[in-house]
């Protein structure tokens, strides 16, 4: 088949719809399929190029940040992807279109399926589904003026995927009519002998979090719950870049932990991996998330996770079995795990073996992608039984 990927995010633009887009591509290239990406430019980026057997064509994006979009760049980049889909979709042959995101990526999909009848799925990714995130007036706002559109869209789809059944009950609360399945996240598992030179008898137990440094992500919880932790020895490395990044390290001063806590910005993947072997423990206090990928990649490094019950995190996490989940916006509960793992460590690592085994059972990108393939397979033979129909 020949795929078609839109996604206003792919790497190094973006976060864990980014990055899932580019394992995903690659899979299907390696299994013999044709893949094309419609994305973001942003910087430097080449406008066209050829990444590992992956065709991908950049667009004009009025971003905020490299991992920051806003409504301004995703408008923008509608406006100019849409021209440069009706180029590709004239003169390559197409046989079905992935879009990342129902908003604001699925809008292309009224020129590629209402005008071009090329067939598609849509992949809800959270922040595109109403009453995600219901402390952000904003999007609650957005999503109002919108549904009728985010309706179309999911409905004319030829399936409709969520990336965590915590994002399927709450698209067909908006939707019921409308089937939605879920396609989890996948994870590469850390190199081996990268994991076999980690150091475990050091005295301070060594946290880590990735994340974008916004609000929703909960990272002042982190910190207060750090400042709380007077009679455990803890460092906490914070890996990303965010709009509260400056806010973020003025509440570390003010709480008297910065010298307990690195603020290091944005990593690529190999150094994330890095991170990742540097630490004994990794902790997201989010306030809501579908799935958040950098848990698999902890897990993944056979890393205990400490992180908040909330979206699909509990699919990933096993409490008591491969980490320790809390209740959102709750310092003193994430103060509490900290100390649990601080105080036993052959606990911290019984967790993250747990997790690790965890991830090769159910989140390789080998199985997820198969996954996509047939729901590419099952919408091509749709469009082929109609055609057959109307003759």
Not at 92 to 105: K, N, S
Not at 219 to 237: K, S, Y
Not at 333 to 352: F, M
Request: glycine share 8%; hydrophobic share 45%; net charge negative.
């Amino acid at each position: 088949m020949r795929v078609l990927i839109a996604n206003y995010e792919f790497p190094p633009v973006g976060g864990g719809a980014s990055k899932v887009s580019y394992e995903l591509a690659k899979k299907l290239v390696e299994k013999g399929h044709d893949v094309v990406v419609l994305t973001s430019q942003f910087g430097d980026l080449a406008r066209f190029e050829e990444r590992d057997g992956i065709i991908i064509h950049r667009v004009w994006s009025w971003r905020k940040g490299i991992h920051d979009s806003g409504l301004r760049g995703a408008f923008t980049y509608l406006m100019s992807a849409l021209p440069v889909m009706r180029r590709i979709l004239k003169t390559e042959p197409i046989d079905v279109v992935h879009y990342f995101f129902g908003l604001p990526t699925g809008l292309l999909s009224l020129y590629s399926h209402g005008i071009a009848e090329i067939p598609y799925i849509v992949s809800l990714r959270g922040s595109d589904v109403p009453l995600y995130d219901r402390d952000s007036s904003k999007l609650m706002l957005l999503h109002r003026a919108t549904k009728s559109l985010s309706h179309r869209i999911w409905r004319s789809a030829s399936r409709v995927f969520a990336v965590s059944d915590g994002l399927r009950q709450l698209a067909e609360e908006s939707f019921p009519e409308v089937s939605v399945e879920v396609i989890h996240n996948g994870v590469d598992i850390i190199d081996p002998r990268l994991l076999s030179v980690r150091a475990h008898d050091v005295s301070s137990l060594r946290l880590v979090c990735v994340s974008r440094l916004i609000p929703r992500k909960g990272i002042a919880d982190l910190l207060q719950a750090i400042a709380g932790l007077t009679n455990v020895e803890c460092e906490l490395t914070v890996a990303g870049e965010g709009p509260i990044d400056t806010e973020l390290k003025g509440l570390a001063a003010k709480l008297g932990i910065s010298d307990r806590v690195k603020f290091v910005g944005y990593k690529s993947p190999e150094e994330l991996n890095q991170c990742y072997v540097d630490a004994d423990a990794f902790v997201l206090p989010t306030r809501s998330d579908a799935f958040a990928n950098v848990i698999l990649e902890a897990m993944a490094a056979a890393l205990p996770v400490i992180a908040t019950d909330v979206g699909g995190v509990a699919e990933a996490v096993v409490d008591g079995e491969t980490g320790i989940l809390v209740e959102p916006k709750q310092p003193d509960q994430l103060a509490s795990a900290i100390q649990v793992l601080a105080n036993d460590r052959s606990l911290a690592k019984r967790y993250g073996r747990a997790g690790q085994e965890r991830v090769l059972r159910h989140f390789t990108w080998t199985s997820i992608s198969d996954r996509y393939i047939e729901a590419y397979s099952d919408a091509c033979e749709t469009v082929v039984e109609r055609v057959f129909d109307a003759t």
